[in-house]
């Protein structure tokens, strides 16, 4: 089965330093791996993806996520942390269902940036 | 960058009434539309995806006599919820994907039965 994995349901992070959320995933084939932000109230901010090239990947927001294929992760990380980053973000993995290109997504991870 | 709208942003509605929700893609054509929805501190579960002109592919488990999925054109899919119960209030969130396959998520429509 076709599925995405966050291990933390919270990340507490100190301003200024370096922060990681953990993502983990199961697909066949060649996996198509995103990040998405929320923020309370709204919908889904697109951060980055993975498709094919550089195992890191550089995203909006000073973000940035390496994809390890031998350890299934895409991790998302940003060397220094805002306040402003808290929020709840999502991995996703675009998988093939019935016919259709759909995003699976994870639990989601809540990051918390204490001034 | 593209743009997807939905309206209403929030809506609240008596027990038994159906709600209209619509997702626009703003400046782009989008070749397939997804629905889903968030409950509080929860992911997002995709309810079904629909490609403009043809009928909704529904998610196992979600009834489509109740959540009625039309996607009349390239720019415009409209989620109704018929009979609403309290059960269903939820964050509805659509999402429309252009011809160069990326995915755009709307603000989310915030749904409230009472």
């Known amino acids: 089965a076709q599925s995405v994995a966050q291990p933390e349901d919270q990340v507490n992070v100190a301003e200024g330093n370096p922060l990681t959320v953990k993502c983990t995933y199961s697909?066949?084939?060649?996996?198509?791996l995103f990040w998405y932000v929320q923020y309370p109230n709204r919908g889904l901010q697109f951060l980055l993806k993975?498709?094919?090239?550089?195992?890191l990947v550089k995203g909006s927001y000073g973000f940035e996520a390496e994809f390890n294929k031998s350890q299934t992760s895409f991790h998302l990380k940003k060397p220094s942390a805002l306040v402003s980053d808290s929020a709840l973000y999502f991995c996703?993995?675009?998988?093939?269902?019935?016919?259709?290109?759909?995003?699976?997504f994870g639990a989601g991870t809540r990051l918390a940036v204490h001034p | 960058g593209a743009v997807v709208s939905q309206h209403p942003s929030w809506v609240i509605c008596k027990s038994g009434t159906s709600v209209k929700i619509e997702c626009r893609s703003l400046?782009?054509?989008?070749?397939?539309m997804f629905w889903y929805r968030q409950f509080p501190k929860q992911s997002l579960m995709l309810m079904a995806t629909?490609?403009?002109?043809?009928?909704?592919?529904?998610e196992q488990g979600v009834e489509k006599d109740k959540f009625l999925i039309n996607h009349a054109s390239l720019t415009l899919s409209t989620l109704t919820v018929t009979s609403a119960h309290p059960e269903d209030s939820s964050f509805y969130i659509c999402?429309?994907?252009?011809?160069?396959?990326?995915?755009?998520f709307g603000p989310g429509t915030r749904l409230t039965v009472t």
């Open positions: 629909s490609n403009e002109g043809s009928k909704a592919t529904y």
């Open positions: 993975y498709i094919t090239g550089d195992n």
């Open positions: 996703a993995v675009r998988a093939q269902s019935g016919g259709y290109n759909k995003l699976i």
């Open positions: 400046d782009f054509q989008a070749t397939t």
């Open positions: 697909v066949s084939g060649n996996p198509y």
């Open positions: 999402s429309a994907r252009g011809r160069n396959h990326e995915q755009y």
